[in-house]
């Protein structure tokens, strides 16, 4: 079986993380903290889903084409969707934009999907051993979304990479000096790699987006090889990918990942499949790895009831090809 190095990537909202509640809950909330009043949260959802379809419109991509950046176009989101609620002539709170737009760029809106830091972690401590200096699994997130992902998921109290599509950040870069020189790799860091809608210009399903993700994957993995040649470990060669994108919804994220080579695993939350796209796909099942995506062939799908499965397989799955599959 020809060995092939393992690039996972995850979609972010409603994969990895969601609302510790219901959004325009939060936005209801927020704004009563701050003595805005007189409507109902589903007066909130209407007015928002009208302000965020205007802005989008007016400013696609979240407004970076228009030069105001992310921050900015939140903060018209946010008065579109208040200022009809609170009447024409009211001022606005002050403080609403500040504290709407800290919550939704940090843990105090979000949740991380219960297990996944620690079985994240489990996933990218398995170190190559010494005869085979391959690189462990490179873990990524691709996403439709604006630039708050990463600090999202730092606050969340994951270890995340500063390489993102677009940054001068250094594919090697190793912000933590105590871990050992040939584990940089698999322990510094739980995601390596962020791939946003928001930098690359082109959003899930087109297969751009999943390109420059499988780009930076490959610098990472030069920088791997580099170093473990330079080590005198053998080193120096770049297996093949085995790619697999893991995401909740099947037009962006199945769809769009195998049109672009990818397998898929599609996050099917409450486990029947009836009457949903992706219904007809096969339950992802504890089936070995090479066998559920084979090398030979068109990229697969298949679907799991949780992010969490998927983790506890992909983990069993490196653990047991370590130093025979998989660049392990």
């Known amino acids: 079986m020809a060995r092939r190095n393992l690039l996972v990537c995850f979609d972010a909202f409603g994969t990895l993380f969601h609302p510790k509640f219901p959004v325009a809950e939060q936005y209801a909330t927020v704004a009563r903290q701050c003595g805005?009043?007189?409507?109902?949260?589903?007066?909130?959802?209407?007015s928002f889903k009208k302000a965020f379809s205007a802005e989008s419109k007016a400013h696609p991509n979240y407004g970076k084409a228009s030069g105001m950046g992310a921050p900015r176009w939140w903060t018209n989101v946010i008065t579109k969707t208040f200022q009809p609620l609170a009447g024409n002539g009211v001022d606005l709170p002050k403080d609403l934009a500040p504290k709407l737009l800290h919550r939704f760029a940090s843990g105090e809106g979000y949740a991380l999907s219960p297990g996944v830091a620690s079985l994240l972690r489990?996933?990218?401590?398995?170190?190559?051993?010494?005869?085979?200096?391959?690189?462990?699994?490179?873990?990524?997130?691709?996403?439709n979304s604006d630039d708050r992902v990463p600090s999202i998921l730092t606050s969340l109290g994951l270890r995340v990479h500063p390489l993102r599509f677009g940054s001068n950040t250094s594919?090697?870069?190793?912000?933590?000096p105590n871990t050992p020189q040939q584990e940089q790799h698999a322990s510094a860091y739980?995601?390596?790699l962020h791939c946003m809608s928001y930098d690359v210009g082109f959003a899930k399903p087109d297969r751009r987006i999943f390109d420059a993700a499988e780009g930076m994957a490959d610098q990472l993995a030069a920088a791997a090889a580099s170093a473990a040649s330079t080590r005198g470990g053998g080193g120096g060669v770049v297996l093949p990918w085995l790619k697999v994108y893991v995401g909740d919804e099947y037009g962006k994220d199945v769809v769009g990942a195998r049109g672009a080579g990818w397998n898929a695993i599609l996050?099917?939350?409450?486990?029947?499949?009836?009457?949903?796209?992706?219904?007809?796909?096969?339950?992802?099942?504890?089936?070995p790895l090479e066998e559920v995506?084979?090398?030979?062939?068109?990229?697969r799908a298949?679907?799991?009831?949780?992010?969490?499965?998927?983790?506890?397989?992909?983990?069993?799955e490196v653990r047991r090809g370590k130093g025979e599959r998989y660049g392990m």
């Open 36 to 46: 805005l009043d007189g409507f109902s949260t589903e007066d909130v959802q209407a």
């Open 267 to 287: 996050i099917d939350h409450g486990g029947s499949g009836e009457g949903k796209e992706g219904g007809e796909l096969e339950w992802l099942g504890d089936g």
């Open 171 to 176: 594919p090697d870069t190793d912000t933590n």
């Open 293 to 299: 995506f084979p090398l030979d062939g068109p990229p």
């Open 302 to 316: 298949v679907r799991s009831g949780s992010v969490q499965g998927v983790l506890t397989w992909l983990g069993k």
């Open 122 to 143: 489990s996933l990218k401590q398995s170190v190559p051993a010494p005869s085979h200096p391959q690189i462990p699994p490179i873990v990524g997130v691709i996403t």
């Open 190 to 192: 739980d995601i390596d």
